[in-house]
């Protein structure tokens, strides 16, 4: 990996983190057409580079997420133990889906029909949202987020989704996924890192600038991306139809082996 490639995985991150179309996905399929898929470096990078993002959502929405009630943060918490668990439990597969991109091109394509599925039934079943996310709501939100586990599943489309069949205002559900995104990502991004130190011993002056230089474009990107995402409110079938071809595109070019 070189800084360039670092700098456009950034970008990418960045964009699609906050958005229900898989930014794991998309950074496995680029670094796949880049050939820098399997090497170690990127498979952290992969992880490790949606910290930035994270402090993008701590730096917008510090007002918010500061100075909560206990509440808050244990319904946070809630939601986000049995990713952790699962996760654990599971990282020898979750790290072998990582060099998969067949994966991410089908987890798109069903993902994809799955946003607009539930589109068409938030919009015809539920008139009088409910803004509440009780303790029940927040572990089945935390159930759905597992599978986001697999790449291009996409951490904020389960969790938004979970919201959305529980009756929540499609606000509410966003900014309930933007914040259930640091504990995940933070937790997830530490363990990776801990794991690539102990397997290669150290980290080069090279790793740690790529690194870097990709979190920091990633949060000033991600700033971006959660404003624009912000105004984009009223219908999400436009991210299932970009799923879907996207997913059919990419299974062409594997089947092809272009």
Same mark, same amino acid.
């Given at each position: 990996?070189?800084?360039?490639?670092?700098?456009?995985?950034?970008?990418?991150e960045?964009?699609?983190?906050?958005?229900?179309?898989?930014?794991?996905?998309?950074?496995?399929?680029?670094?796949?057409?880049?050939g820098?898929?399997?090497?170690?470096?990127?498979?952290?990078?992969?992880?490790?580079?949606?910290f930035?993002?994270?402090?993008?959502?701590?730096?917008?929405?510090?007002?918010?997420?500061?100075?909560?009630?206990?509440d808050?943060?244990?319904?946070i918490?809630?939601?986000?133990?049995?990713?952790?668990?699962?996760?654990?439990?599971?990282?020898?597969?979750? $790290? !072998?889906?990582?060099?998969?991109?067949? *994966?991410?091109? &089908?987890?798109?394509? /069903?993902? %994809? #029909?799955?946003?607009?599925?539930?589109?068409?039934?938030?919009?015809? $079943? !539920?008139?009088?949202?409910?803004?509440? *996310?009780?303790? &029940?709501?927040?572990? /089945?939100? %935390? #159930?759905f987020?597992?599978?986001?586990?697999?790449?291009?599943?996409?951490?904020?489309?389960?969790?938004?989704?979970?919201?959305m069949?529980?009756?929540?205002?499609?606000?509410?559900?966003?900014?309930?996924?933007?914040?259930?995104?640091?504990?995940?990502?933070?937790?997830?991004?530490?363990?990776k890192?801990?794991?690539?130190?102990?397997?290669?011993?150290?980290?080069?002056?090279?790793?740690?600038?790529?690194l870097?230089?990709?979190n920091?474009?990633?949060?000033?990107?991600?700033?971006?991306?959660?404003?624009?995402?912000?105004?984009?409110?009223?219908?999400?079938?436009?991210?299932?139809?970009?799923?879907i071809?996207?997913?059919?595109?990419?299974?062409?070019?594997?089947?092809?082996?272009?």
């Amino acid at each position: 990996m070189n800084y360039i490639q670092s700098i456009l995985l950034g970008v990418i991150e960045g964009i699609t983190e906050f958005f229900p179309i898989s930014s794991t996905g998309h950074m496995m399929i680029a670094a796949s057409m880049m050939g820098i898929l399997e090497n170690k470096i990127t498979n952290l990078f992969l992880v490790s580079v949606q910290f930035g993002a994270v402090f993008s959502v701590i730096f917008l929405y510090r007002n918010k997420f500061f100075f909560q009630k206990f509440d808050f943060y244990l319904k946070i918490f809630v939601a986000s133990f049995p990713v952790g668990i699962l996760g654990f439990l599971l990282n020898k597969i979750t $790290n !072998f889906f990582l060099d998969k991109p067949l *994966i991410v091109a &089908l987890s798109l394509l /069903i993902g %994809g #029909l799955v946003i607009l599925k539930v589109e068409t039934f938030y919009q015809k $079943n !539920f008139c009088n949202r409910r803004n509440s *996310i009780t303790y &029940l709501k927040a572990f /089945i939100v %935390g #159930l759905f987020q597992c599978m986001a586990l697999i790449p291009g599943v996409s951490r904020s489309a389960t969790t938004i989704i979970a919201c959305m069949l529980q009756n929540v205002n499609r606000m509410k559900a966003i900014e309930f996924s933007f914040f259930l995104s640091v504990p995940v990502i933070i937790i997830a991004t530490c363990k990776k890192l801990f794991d690539y130190y102990f397997q290669l011993n150290s980290f080069t002056y090279k790793d740690i600038e790529l690194l870097l230089l990709g979190n920091i474009v990633s949060f000033i990107t991600g700033i971006i991306s959660i404003k624009c995402f912000i105004k984009y409110l009223n219908n999400f079938k436009l991210f299932g139809y970009y799923r879907i071809v996207l997913g059919i595109f990419f299974i062409i070019i594997h089947y092809l082996n272009i």
